[in-house]
């Protein structure tokens, strides 16, 4: 049986449509990616759901998540007030992961004001790794995640394998969030001494139950990838975390850069297919249905 996809990485924007108070630094021209380099090649004005889905229409896909994007921009809410206008007029349904500033006194009317929004499900906060890595526990941060376990709103967490021993602390300090790895730890590179060091650090941070992993952006570190390079990363993902807790994202269009929609989710398909029938439908679709409130 060929089971739906809920695509939990995705990512919209609208860089012409004038007073909205957002911003997209990433994409603006000129901007070199830190990590990835030049994206020229996906820097379109507009990419909203309408686009997404004529891309994905032959994936079998039945949802999305969008994950913060409007980088840049002075109020994160404006982000989800503007997607929930796209939400209301989509044939595909998604929700939405927004931005917070969870270190600081703005986190609690951010969320309230995400709250509004009948599909805001999680939040994104890209200084979370740089606490982590500075081992220290930031008291108001700590607050932010109690008070996101109390509204049940998920904590999608970017996190590389050197930070993820402080994640795993962080989940377990807080058993009730919903903690979400992003990207499986976003790789920054394929080798095999990274990979052991990875895949190790990855299996100790499974070992906290509230902690899901998201099998995306594969491609951004591997442009160049195969069937064969991609599978061990897939493959460990599963083992580690089982069939209960892996959910797949496309993180597009970013991975546009790397790969067409279609080859990269009949890839994640392929690489679970030994898997039985119900636990293929969990990764594929029933986690995130879960998890994202989809």
């Known amino acids: 049986m060929r089971h739906p996809i809920i695509d939990t990485h995705v990512h919209f924007w609208d860089m012409v449509t004038p007073g909205s108070g957002l911003a997209w630094v990433w994409l603006e021209k000129g901007f070199v990616h ?4 030049d994206i020229d090649a996906i820097k379109s004005d507009k990419f909203e759901i309408d686009a997404l889905v004529a891309e994905s229409r032959f994936a079998d896909v039945s949802g999305f998540v969008h994950v913060q994007a409007a980088i840049g921009s ?37 969320l309230d ?13 890209f200084n979370s790794e740089v606490m982590l890595a500075s081992g220290e526990t930031n008291p108001v941060y700590e607050e932010s995640l109690t008070e996101m376990a109390r509204r049940g709103v998920t ?14 602390e962080l989940a377990q300090r807080h058993p009730d ?5 992003e990207h ?14 990875w895949r190790s650090a990855i299996t100790n941070l499974a070992g906290a139950d509230n902690v899901t992993c998201k099998i995306s952006g594969l491609g951004m570190t591997d442009p160049h990838f195969t069937r064969e390079s991609l599978e061990r990363w897939v493959d460990s993902c599963v083992e580690a ?3 209960d807790r892996c959910v797949l994202g496309s993180n597009w269009p970013v991975d546009r ?38």
């Not at 830190?34 to 380099?37: A, E, M, N, S, V």
């Open 155 to 168: 904590f999608d967490l970017d996190c590389e394998w050197m930070n993820m021993g402080a994640a795993l």
């Open 241 to 243: 975390f089982g069939p």
């Open 74 to 110: 002075a109020d994160p809410v404006d982000e989800t007030r503007w997607l929930t206008r796209m939400r209301e007029h989509s044939t595909v349904p998604f929700t939405i992961v927004a931005h917070a500033d969870l270190g600081t006194e703005h986190a609690r009317a951010q």
């Open 257 to 294: 850069l790397y790969s067409s929609y279609d080859v990269i989710m009949n890839l994640y398909r392929d690489y679970i297919s030994e898997l039985s029938d119900s636990e293929q439908a969990k990764i594929l679709s029933g986690n995130a249905a879960r998890i994202f409130k989809l």
């Open 184 to 197: 499986i730890g976003f790789p920054r590179s394929r080798d095999d001494e990274y990979f052991a060091s």
């Open 113 to 125: 004001g995400h709250a509004e929004s009948p599909y805001f499900a999680g939040i994104r906060d």
């Open 34 to 37: 830190p990590i990835l380099g």
């Open 177 to 181: 969030l919903q903690v979400v790895l």
